[in-house]
């Protein structure tokens, strides 16, 4: 059995990685060799040391900042490349399908993407300038009544050629046909719920995100519909924009306080930079912990924690006065 | 009720946002930590994690269930930091040497994030010691101090990593084998 050997097993049993025959090996040789019993020590001593120095841990804040970084990066990402791999994907089902009449001689593979610029009228907001992409809305132009050319008001563009050398007589392509749709309904139309969910994660423009969710707190949906529920409460965790989050956290107090919604206000409580949406949290908690009896561990372990390690010193206290009261019950 | 992964994955295929997120946030925290472990510095974690998901979200629909959704994700996050580490260079190219050797220059500046350690919980470790192991790591080279990182750090066995840096094991074995000596002869002041 060689040194060199042996000393990459000496290694490798400290990271707990020989198999049982392996380590019997150099069980055998340690009682042999002086040499190696030598050098297991200072690896020891090494690891010892590494082990003391600590390591680089991201704190809490640190992975709200990504995430927050990494929703604005797909903001972008999504606003960029819109459509066109969702297009190539559907294209081959209805390649040919359109309209020999139209272009006599061709056949003519378009995809007419749907990419509504809508009008929302939410209660009395107003007009919201928004754009939706529905998740798999490839129309075809055989679709009865459906034809994305037909209307006046339709905008082509990014035409791609797919084939265009013609030698068959044959061209293909795609293009994205952009028209304006107005939908006007009210919270609890399904189309409606389904864009302002859209709207409040995708939406470039945080003047829109904001609008969308105050359209939610000016008249919350009868059904709580999860989705748009989950919607606000991923933007009360992650949205960059402390408007946006602050009626997000308006918008969810509107639905019955439960697990999802208790979670998201610690949460704002524990990791929200902004130290008025952290109040904000505290007082919506101390209401709910002191009219409804719901306080419970969590939102004790929460507050306990603000009490010892929140920089702001109103919200220490406030905290402190808030499990007094708890106590008190 | 939570979904599975490939539920979701299936979901964000078909371009749901909330599904994508879901899914990245069963991930997330160990890909962060992985990326902190590997270049210790806050902010280059962030590029990390972002470039991750970022491709991620390009290559999922792609993605066909072959392998796990986690070993995928964790090949794409070690190419990630591989070649993270390459632009890092060419930035810092005219003062290689430094980079490596000297006592004054630290490609993440690093002794602003250890000296920041009183506001935050960005780090555990503090002290000199500290200093000279992340002088040591950043000496190494790439797959070295990936797989030492990935080891030590954050627990991976040696067939994990082989697997996420699509390797063989033995490979595996010897960047650890040869990153361990280097730290220490380098650390050799600092235990002995
Ligand atoms: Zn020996």
């Keep these: 059995m060689n040194h060199q050997r042996i000393r990459e097993w000496l290694h490798l049993s400290l990271s707990d990685e020989l198999s049982d025959q392996e380590r019997h090996l150099v069980e055998d040789h340690l009682t042999r060799c002086e040499r190696c019993r030598l050098e297991l020590e200072q690896l020891k001593q090494l690891y010892g040391t590494l082990e003391g120095a600590g390591r680089p841990v991201p704190s809490e804040q640190l992975l709200w900042e990504a995430r927050q970084g990494l929703r604005a990066v797909l903001r972008m990402e999504r606003s960029r490349h819109s459509l066109w791999e969702r297009v190539t994907r559907t294209i081959s089902a209805w390649a040919g399908s359109l309209v020999s009449s139209r272009f006599p001689g061709y056949a003519v593979a378009a995809a007419g993407l749907a990419l509504f610029a809508v009008g929302l009228y939410a209660g009395s907001r107003g007009v919201v300038p928004a754009v939706f992409r529905p998740q798999m809305a490839v129309q075809t132009v055989s679709d009865e009544g459906s034809d994305p050319l037909a209307a006046g008001d339709v905008e082509i563009t990014n035409v791609q050629f797919l084939d265009a050398d013609a030698k068959d007589g044959q061209i293909e392509f795609i293009f994205e046909a952009i028209r304006p749709v107005h939908i006007k309904g009210d919270i609890n139309d399904p189309r409606i719920q389904k864009v302002l969910t859209y709207a409040i994660i995708n939406e470039q423009n945080p003047g829109v995100r904001l609008r969308a969710v105050n359209a939610i707190k000016s008249s919350p949906p009868q059904s709580s519909d999860s989705e748009i529920k989950a919607a606000l409460i991923t933007a009360l965790k992650t949205d960059d924009n402390p408007g946006v989050r602050n009626d997000a956290f308006a918008a969810l107090q509107k639905y019955p306080f439960d697990e999802d919604i208790k979670n998201a206000f610690l949460y704002v409580l524990t990791h929200d930079t902004n130290a008025a949406l952290r109040i904000t949290a505290i007082n919506v908690l101390q209401t709910v912990t002191g009219t409804q009896r719901r306080a419970d561990q969590d939102i004790v372990n929460v507050l306990k924690s603000r009490v010892e390690s929140d920089e702001n010193t109103y919200i220490r206290t406030r905290a402190r006065a808030v499990l007094e009261e708890i106590k008190q019950q | ?192």
Excluded at chain 2, 45 to 61: C, G, M, S
Excluded at chain 2, 99 to 125: C, G, I, K, R, Y
Excluded at chain 2, 128 to 151: C, D, G, Y
């Design chain 2, 1 to 192: 009720m939570a979904l599975d992964d490939s539920e979701l994955i299936a979901q964000a295929q078909r371009g749901d946002v909330m599904a994508f997120e879901q899914l990245v946030y069963r991930y997330d925290k160990r890909v962060l930590s992985m990326a902190m472990a590997y270049v210790s510095d806050p902010e280059d974690a962030k590029d990390l994690y972002q470039e991750v998901f970022l491709r991620v979200y390009r290559a999922l629909p792609k993605f066909e269930f072959r392998s796990q959704f986690s070993t995928w994700l964790y090949r794409i996050a070690t190419n990630v930091c591989l070649t993270h580490r390459a632009r890092q260079k060419q930035h810092a190219h005219a003062s290689l040497d430094e980079e490596f050797d000297d006592e004054n220059t630290n490609p993440h500046a690093l002794s602003d994030v250890l000296a920041s350690e009183a506001t935050s919980d960005e780090h555990t470790l503090n002290t000199e010691i500290a200093m000279q192991v992340q002088k040591a790591l950043n000496a190494l080279s790439p797959q070295q101090r990936l797989v030492f990182t990935l080891r030590h750090y954050e627990g991976y066995k040696l067939k994990d990593i082989a697997d996420m840096m699509e390797c063989a094991e033995g490979t595996v074995k010897k960047y650890l084998f040869t990153a361990t000596e280097r730290m220490r002869e380098r650390l050799k002041d600092a235990y002995q």
